[in-house]
């Protein structure tokens, strides 16, 4: 079955243009169906982060669900892992996130967290779809049984003391200067605050979201602004979250950027010192650095990979019993506490152990060497086929030595053609992902003068 809707992330489009009123009640309507036939509560919780549009996803979203008699409870804007948590806590039949990430403010996107506080697989989203293209009015509730809408102003303090109990008992943040950029987006008020309860100094960024503003030229897409004051302020660590506060990044006292395989790589050699890895190695993605695998290899730990997506992710270290995953994007999972990836969550265990070691960022968070790598993002309208991706990878790849690799793929969230190359020269590297992007960009031009 084609997937007509749902993406590597929920859907996700361009609000008003693809993400319209009527698919997002839809959506509502069908994901309802589906899950109140074994509903405890028929509640469902809707979160989301800054978007202008997030107003109107939000109220279509509520119309389908209340249509077919499910209750709604309704956070505002709250990160992502926030809502999976919620969902869990209030015992609610579904959660939803509305929110497209990293995405610009144009775009929006719906996704789902089941009863556990996970996202829906591959096989539920389809059912979702399936539900869509035969729903009918029969599925409607009766007029006494059309369900209710309300919201809830609690859930902010209970996340932030969540978040705070994932951090070592009776540790206190006090002395670190923290500098914290939210994007502009959903993390704006929780993690500050967060952060000041622990103790720190706080200097907040990205704090003001106008409904335009949500990741422009701030947060973990675009690190430049926090470098830009950790410096200044002569910060001991700053932390820049995404969108929807599921992903960060770091920049040590120094100001170089650290991404979340340096992150994974830090967590996993504190949890493996302490014993409380729950098997001999994480799970990361096929995007993730070749020099966290030499580095996990080094300490007996494997390095697991999936396809792009922290679900796939989650799903792998749900499967194998592994208690650590994640990308180099930032998305760390931290199974012992969340389900789903959380930004502040990640932060908190690097600045513990930058408090437990009294040693600055720039030497607790560099763990290896990265093999050279370079990351491209070719736009296009025309979306090639995975045999055609894969001939252009299988072409290329040999010219990057026996520990290169080149993967050539299509964006399951935005209309790029995504190459990424590494290998031991980095002139190689950049010579395959020039020429490769260059014969994609050709092919495009190909395909628009035929059209």
Known sequence: MTRKHFGTDGVRGRANVLLTPDLAMRVGQAAGVLFRTN????RVVIGKDTRISGYMIETALVAGFTSI???????GPMPSPAVAMITRAMRADLGVM???SHNPFADNGIKFFGPDGYKLSDAQEMEIEAVMDSFTSASLAAPDAIGRAKRIDSVRARYVEFVKRTMPR??????????????NGAGYKVAPEALWELGAEVIAIGVEPDGFNINRDVGSTAPEALRR???????????????????????????QVIDGDQILALIADQLQEEGRLSQPGIVATVMSNGGLETHLAERKMALVRTAVGDRYVIERMRADGYNLGGEASGHIILSDHVTTGDGLVAALQVLAAIRQTDRPA????????????????VPTLHRPSAAALAALTQAHERRLGARGRLLVRLSGTENFVRIMAEGEDAGVVRSVVDEVCGLVRGDLSERDRAA
């Open 39 to 42: 509903a405890v509560n028929r």
């Open 69 to 75: 008699g499910m209750d709604v409870l309704q956070l």
């Open 98 to 100: 509305i929110s497209a």
């Open 170 to 183: 009776e540790m206190s943040l006090e002395g670190l200067r923290v500098v914290i950029d939210c994007a």
């Open 229 to 255: 004051k950790v410096l200044e302020l002569r910060a001991d660590i700053g932390i820049a979250l995404d969108g929807d506060a599921d992903r960060v990044l770091v920049v040590d006292e120094k100001g």
């Open 362 to 377: 720039s030497e607790v968070c560099r763990r290896f060497e990265p093999m050279p790598q370079i990351v491209e993002n």
